[in-house]
């Protein structure tokens, strides 16, 4: 399967733990996006990548949230002391630069 | 503010007719929009997608429409099947390829 992957696909934390997620896009894709989704909506944008490079992150993503991209290739978001309204679906999705983006499957985080 | 509207939570099609899913947009700088199906536990995959130059696309079952006076665009699935019961979500973006704002979605139901 070449498509993008995300692991953990589920994660349960405790309230004030840190939790870090990974996104391996389609190889080749040099832009990289991360979304979150709650329930009854559609994805928000949070952040994304050309290559290594940060380009644009959202007011969503509070100083809690890191997300990088060091080599280019796989990425990595991590929330830090977690709070209960993080709960949501977090998406990753590729494109090979101005293209249509193709999603993962999510990482679904609960925080107690 | 809500700049990526789709106004019907639901809808309900009998297999082998038309289905028709709705959205409008509030942002006039919006120059291509897409639409993505999504199924329970996994990630939006991609169907089609419109530049603002255009007024039609069709890819098979699947034409989309854009009104560009109304901030309006419409997706038309022909003929309708069992296998198109997913949530539709219609999306936008100032440039292809940089940050997707999303409507809340469609769940379209295909009865046999």
Redesign the interface.
């Given at each position: 399967d070449t498509g993008?992957s995300q692991n953990p696909r589920h994660k349960i934390t405790k309230r004030g733990q840190n939790v870090t997620f990974r996104c391996d896009p389609i190889s080749e894709h040099n832009?990289l996006?991360w979304?979150r989704q709650t329930l009854?909506?559609?994805?928000?944008?949070l952040t994304?990548f050309q290559n290594e490079a940060q380009l644009?992150k959202?007011r969503l993503l509070s100083d809690r949230f890191s997300a990088e991209r060091p080599k280019g290739s796989f990425s990595t978001l991590e929330i830090q002391r977690t709070e209960q309204g993080d709960s949501a679906m977090y998406?990753c999705?590729s494109?090979p630069?101005?293209?249509?983006?193709?999603?993962?499957?999510?990482t679904r985080l609960t925080v107690l | 503010d809500q700049q990526v509207k789709q106004n019907s939570p639901s809808l309900s099609v009998q297999e082998g007719r038309i289905s028709i899913l709705n959205c409008d947009y509030t942002n006039s700088m919006f120059d291509y929009f897409l639409w993505y199906k999504k199924y329970p536990a996994e990630g939006p995959t991609f169907l089609i997608s419109i530049s603002s130059i255009k007024d039609k696309n069709e890819d098979g079952r699947f034409t989309v429409f854009l009104n560009k006076s109304a901030k309006h665009l419409s997706l038309h699935i022909v003929p309708s099947q069992p296998g198109d019961s997913a949530v539709y979500f219609c999306a936008a973006s100032v440039v292809y390829g940089n940050k997707l704002v999303f409507g809340a979605g469609t769940i379209l139901r295909v009865k046999s």
């Open positions: 993008v832009r996006y979304y009854g909506q559609g994805p928000e944008f994304y644009e959202s998406l999705a494109s630069g101005l293209m249509a983006q193709y999603f993962g499957p999510g | -």
